[in-house]
């Protein structure tokens, strides 16, 4: 399975951006894909997860109201539209697969992993 992020870049205070990732090789009747961050010098922390029904979408606090997780089960593609974007939202974005179909905050019950797109966010 490889996981290919995308849409990363420097934004401005205020500003917005859209991160997708794609997962190709095999499938999973069911799975589930997150977005986690790690900023300069931090561990890296939850951001938000959605299940392949789409039925439910879990944030972290500092994200939720600002950041829309999304999947496009067809196309095994997983979004993450970030607004009002702030300079702490600076960091490496990765996005994980769990293929047991299990909707986490916990890194480490994710199966796959991105390289990860730089996001930076100038004040």
């Known amino acids: 399975v490889q996981l290919v992020e995308s849409g990363g870049g420097l934004v401005q205070a205020g500003g917005s951006l859209r991160l997708s990732c794609a997962a190709s090789g095999r499938t999973f009747d069911m799975y589930a894909m997150g977005w986690f961050r790690q900023a300069p010098g931090k561990g890296r922390e939850f951001v938000a997860a959605?299940?392949?029904?789409?039925?439910?979408?879990y944030y972290a606090d500092s994200v939720k109201g600002r950041f829309t997780i999304s999947i496009d089960g067809a196309k095994r593609t997983v979004h993450l539209q970030m607004n009002s974007l702030n300079p702490d939202d600076t960091a490496v974005y990765y996005c994980?697969?769990?293929?047991?179909?299990?909707?986490?905050?916990?890194?480490?019950?994710?199966?796959?992993w991105g390289q990860g797109t730089q996001v930076t966010v100038a004040s």
């Open positions: 959605i299940p392949w029904s789409a039925n439910s979408q």
């Open positions: 994980a697969l769990n293929v047991r179909g299990i909707t986490t905050t916990l890194e480490h019950l994710y199966d796959y």
